[in-house]
């Protein structure tokens, strides 16, 4: 059962860990135990939107992670899923339907792709790169393959923001694609074929075209930092207020941030840092790795409602406080921010301390430096919550 309709079970699914809208089954982002991470953008296309309810980009997500055991995979599961249901339904929890078309990053140890779609319509771009690519969407979802001894070149990095991306370099695409386009007359058949140039609205939604000049700073930044791309640097980007990426103002704030670390060498865990808060400029990375018996952490969990608006037919006729328990403290620590400088300060440099600790953690742990018990890192993300909820006391 997804947020709005069921697909055929797999016989097999990964164990996956999520950030996401409480009231959706999807997500916005997330990883699975083979350290496949797919994250996801909202763009609107020529291609009419479906506010029938069908899957979602944000259903698509997981259940690229759930059936994925490599990027590859994933988008398979995801792009044969889409032609057969499609996508529509409001994304939002509100009464007047809000439904946009979706763009994708995925990536795994070795290989990292872009998958954008219009409709049923896909095209999909294989990151290339003679080093592990790291790729970046501004929804708040970063992932840099863990650095190799020689530094990537600056073809291995990709970035997404609420528009198409992919030109002509497609590397996979819907079998009717180009007919599609052709029996529409946005392509005449002939000369290059530019997926974004020909699926690209003429006139983007008002509240979308902030979208090209975020595209361009986090190009513009990442092109910067190529070759010695780190956690902590697409950490910095994420929480870059000047180009738009990280947003917290018009009544909206970036909701959830999320950073992966994929070693290329098999043997090493991948580390993924999740805020589970907004603005990460004002929030905590906290470090999760996938072992067995991982510590349930209910103070990042949404309350669940008998009664929940978004699963009564008609939806979203009333509203809930679906905030978590660090989510709630996190905001009044924020108010305390705003209106103490100087205590918001000390806060803010208390939370930037124990984040470092977890980068320092995690390079250790991946140079073998340190050998953590497996129970330490079950129990890993949960104290690092549990220790940010003592800090908001």
């Given at each position: 059962q997804c947020t709005y309709l069921e697909v055929e079970q797999a016989e097999h699914t990964h164990a996956v860990v999520l950030s996401r809208p409480a009231w959706l089954w999807g997500a916005e982002m997330g990883a699975n135990e083979h350290g496949v991470?797919?994250?996801?953008?909202?763009?609107?296309?020529?291609?009419?939107l479906g506010e029938d309810e069908a899957l979602l980009g944000m259903d698509l997500v997981?259940?690229?992670l759930e059936r994925g055991s490599s990027a590859r995979e994933a988008l398979e599961?995801?792009?044969?899923?889409?032609?057969?249901?499609?996508?529509?339904?409001?994304?939002?929890?509100?009464?007047?339907?809000?439904?946009?078309?979706?763009?994708?990053?995925?990536?795994?140890?070795?290989?990292?792709?872009?998958?954008e779609t219009a409709g049923r319509y896909w095209a999909a771009q294989r990151i290339t790169g003679e080093r592990a690519p790291a790729v970046l969407g501004a929804r708040g979802a970063a992932c840099p393959c863990q650095p190799p001894a020689d530094p990537p070149v600056?073809?291995?990095?990709?970035?997404?923001?609420?528009?198409?991306?992919?030109?002509?370099?497609?590397?996979?695409?819907?079998?009717?694609?180009?007919?599609?386009?052709?029996?529409?007359?946005?392509?005449?058949?002939?000369?290059?074929?530019?997926?974004?140039?020909?699926?690209s609205l003429e006139q983007q939604p008002p509240r979308m075209e902030a979208a090209k000049a975020r595209?361009?700073?986090?190009?513009?930044?990442?092109?910067?930092?190529?070759?010695?791309?780190?956690?902590e640097t697409l950490m910095s980007i994420l929480r870059d207020k000047g180009s738009g990426i990280c947003v917290d103002s018009e009544g909206f704030r970036t909701a959830g941030s999320m950073v992966s670390v994929l070693p290329r060498d098999p043997a090493l865990p991948c580390v993924h840092f999740f805020t589970a808060t907004p603005d990460p400029s004002r929030s905590v990375f906290k470090p999760f790795v996938f072992v067995a018996g991982i510590k349930p952490v209910p103070q990042v969990r949404s309350p669940?409602?008998?009664?929940?608006?978004?699963?009564?037919?008609?939806?979203f006729q009333?509203?809930?406080?679906?905030?978590?328990?660090?989510y709630r403290r996190h905001q009044a620590a924020l108010e305390l921010m705003e209106q103490d400088q100087e205590r918001g300060q000390k806060l803010l440099e208390t939370l930037q301390e124990l984040e470092k600790q977890g980068l320092e953690g995690m390079k250790a742990l991946l140079e073998g430096t340190e050998t953590p018990h497996p129970e330490e890192l079950a129990d890993l993300f949960f104290d690092c919550v549990e220790a940010e909820l003592k800090f908001y006391t």
């Amino acid at each position: 059962q997804c947020t709005y309709l069921e697909v055929e079970q797999a016989e097999h699914t990964h164990a996956v860990v999520l950030s996401r809208p409480a009231w959706l089954w999807g997500a916005e982002m997330g990883a699975n135990e083979h350290g496949v991470c797919v994250g996801n953008e909202g763009v609107w296309t020529r291609e009419p939107l479906g506010e029938d309810e069908a899957l979602l980009g944000m259903d698509l997500v997981r259940l690229g992670l759930e059936r994925g055991s490599s990027a590859r995979e994933a988008l398979e599961v995801m792009t044969a899923l889409l032609e057969r249901y499609g996508q529509g339904g409001s994304c939002k929890e509100e009464p007047v339907p809000f439904v946009y078309h979706n763009t994708f990053l995925l990536a795994d140890r070795t290989e990292a792709w872009v998958l954008e779609t219009a409709g049923r319509y896909w095209a999909a771009q294989r990151i290339t790169g003679e080093r592990a690519p790291a790729v970046l969407g501004a929804r708040g979802a970063a992932c840099p393959c863990q650095p190799p001894a020689d530094p990537p070149v600056s073809e291995g990095s990709r970035n997404i923001s609420n528009q198409l991306s992919i030109g002509s370099e497609i590397t996979a695409e819907h079998a009717g694609l180009r007919q599609r386009a052709r029996s529409q007359g946005w392509w005449s058949g002939h000369g290059e074929f530019s997926f974004a140039q020909v699926f690209s609205l003429e006139q983007q939604p008002p509240r979308m075209e902030a979208a090209k000049a975020r595209f361009r700073a986090g190009r513009e930044l990442l092109r910067q930092h190529a070759g010695h791309i780190t956690a902590e640097t697409l950490m910095s980007i994420l929480r870059d207020k000047g180009s738009g990426i990280c947003v917290d103002s018009e009544g909206f704030r970036t909701a959830g941030s999320m950073v992966s670390v994929l070693p290329r060498d098999p043997a090493l865990p991948c580390v993924h840092f999740f805020t589970a808060t907004p603005d990460p400029s004002r929030s905590v990375f906290k470090p999760f790795v996938f072992v067995a018996g991982i510590k349930p952490v209910p103070q990042v969990r949404s309350p669940t409602f008998p009664q929940d608006p978004a699963k009564q037919i008609p939806r979203f006729q009333s509203s809930v406080d679906r905030r978590h328990e660090l989510y709630r403290r996190h905001q009044a620590a924020l108010e305390l921010m705003e209106q103490d400088q100087e205590r918001g300060q000390k806060l803010l440099e208390t939370l930037q301390e124990l984040e470092k600790q977890g980068l320092e953690g995690m390079k250790a742990l991946l140079e073998g430096t340190e050998t953590p018990h497996p129970e330490e890192l079950a129990d890993l993300f949960f104290d690092c919550v549990e220790a940010e909820l003592k800090f908001y006391t």
